[in-house]
């Protein structure tokens, strides 16, 4: 926890945010009345509001980051040279300072490096394990005609289970998948920390475990490292012999074991966009640098403008940082706690970026297809101007083949934006829910009355039931 000290060497009682704030970005107020009309006009879709009429953003970690002074200056001496540009060499330096890989492609976002990893090693036929892709990975998997496979520990499945570890790899299914699938396997990838699970971690341990299955098998390990100071920090609190080491090393041993990494700087980097693909074999690393260049750019700036490399070099800097970290661990885990308390129940333990709420067992008065999730996130909106993100039967529930069935949870998603939010907002977050849970038998469902042919919940319109 982020706590100074008192002359005395104990720690104060008080947690603070480990910065001082030199530019603000004020928050347009809005009474209930205007938020009513502002959620009616928007068909009760929180993807159709404009976000100034927002007043926490919880929509995403994304790409929402604030920047600290040093790195709003290395946007200055960004270099925009087309080709060798300084602003190039340091983004390299810092990346590879982390993540010993021989080869680093700058990319526009994650989901490109995603696109032209998969582009090479992808196709059909092929099958790619993962302890759970990303909805982008899996897409990018998908888009080449290849299968993506979630081998995730049975904990990392159960909403209330306490493992410290939920975003393990099954190390024995996927030795069993390798020894079945074998040749259709390009790759064997790991999300850190495992975003789709919840923001849950890997342990150190799982990720030497599943690096040895895939390389006995004779394939490449790829990290997908979005978040990889935050599961980095876990590993330091929760894994037997860690707690003496710094984040840093235990990021490079993390990475040491991996043949490759997809990243998104939008995450764990400080970076409004920004990605790369690291890789170490050459041939691997030639193929997908001609394929850089068809489609994000050169290869000494990828989609990115230097001043964006620069920021990405800095934030890697600061993204280690242990009081940063602990401030930020502990503000997901006070959130949830506190709603905790309020008999509001949470994924347990909390993850790294968001909270998670249980809204199916928070409502259990809506049934799924009334959609529970919705309901909570519209409640949150209307009550307080909050926006979250509802990871449910809205975004899940509609089949292939055109019907619709209750997803396997309805969860409402508070991702936090890094280093934006105070204490006071948080205290905010948790008083809008405990308005919502004194009146919580009054909610009720929606019905979707018109929705697009794929990936609804951006688009779809709502009418509440009565
Ligand atoms: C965000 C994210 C991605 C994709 O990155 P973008 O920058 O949004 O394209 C991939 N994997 C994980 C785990 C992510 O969280």
């Not at 938020?35 to 009760?44: D, N, T, V």
């Not at 909403?159 to 024995?172: I, L």
């Not at 926006?387 to 997803?407: K, W």
Request: proline letters at 5%; aromatic letters at 8%; one cysteine or more.
């Amino acid at each position: 926890m982020v706590r100074a000290q008192s002359r005395t060497g104990q720690c104060m009682k008080t947690i603070i945010e480990p910065f001082r704030i030199k530019t603000v970005e004020p928050i347009r107020m809005t009474t209930r009345e205007e938020r009513q009309h502002l959620l009616a006009a928007a068909a009760y879709n929180l993807f159709a509001l404009k976000s100034d009429d927002v007043l926490i953003d919880l929509l995403t970690d994304s790409g929402t980051s604030a920047m600290s002074t040093a790195q709003v200056a290395a946007l200055v001496s960004g270099d925009e040279s087309y080709a060798g540009s300084p602003s190039f060499f340091r983004f390299e330096s810092a990346v590879k300072n982390l993540f010993p890989f021989k080869h680093v492609l700058p990319t526009h976002q994650g989901r490109a490096a995603e696109a032209i990893l998969f582009s090479v090693l992808g196709g059909k036929g092929k099958n790619v394990p993962s302890n759970t892709h990303f909805d982008t990975t899996r897409a990018n998997i998908e888009a080449s005609g290849a299968e993506g496979f979630d081998l995730v520990i049975a904990e990392g499945l159960d909403p209330r289970n306490e493992h410290p570890f939920k975003g393990n790899m099954d190390v024995a299914r996927l030795d069993a998948f390798l020894a079945k699938h074998g040749d259709s396997v390009p790759c064997v990838m790991l999300t850190v920390t495992n975003n789709a699970g919840g923001g849950q971690p890997v342990s150190l341990e799982n990720i030497r475990a599943t690096a040895a299955v895939a390389h006995k098998h004779g394939k490449p390990f790829i990290i997908d490292g979005c978040r990889f100071a935050e599961n980095a920090y876990f590993i330091k609190l929760r894994e037997k012999g860690q707690q003496n080491r710094k984040v840093e090393d235990i990021v490079r041993e993390m990475f040491q074991n991996a043949d490759g990494m997809t990243m998104s700087a939008k995450k764990d980097a400080f970076a409004n966009i920004g990605g790369w693909l690291a890789l170490n074999d050459d041939v691997l690393a030639q193929s997908a640098r001609e394929r850089l260049i068809l489609t994000e750019g050169f290869p000494t700036y990828g989609g990115l403008a230097g001043r964006d490399l620069d920021a990405i070099a800095q934030g890697l800097k600061e993204i280690i940082d242990e009081d940063y970290l602990a401030y930020r661990l502990r503000t997901s885990a006070y959130i949830a706690e506190r709603l905790e308390a309020l008999g509001v129940p949470t994924v347990r333990p909390s993850g790294g970026h968001a909270i998670f709420v249980d809204a199916r067992a928070f409502l259990p008065h809506i049934p799924p297809l009334q959609y529970p999730g919705h309901a909570l996130a519209a409640a949150l909106y209307l009550e307080g101007g909050i926006r979250s993100c509802e990871i449910g039967t809205v975004m899940f529930g509609m089949q292939s083949d055109g019907h619709e069935q209750a997803a396997p949870m309805d969860l409402v998603r508070m991702a936090m934006p890094r280093r934006v939010y105070t204490q006071s907002h948080a205290d905010y977050v948790v008083e809008v829910f405990e308005e919502i849970a004194a009146e919580k038998d009054r909610l009720r469902g929606l019905k979707i009355v018109w929705q697009p042919q794929r990936m609804r919940h951006f688009s779809a319109k709502f009418e509440p039931l009565r």
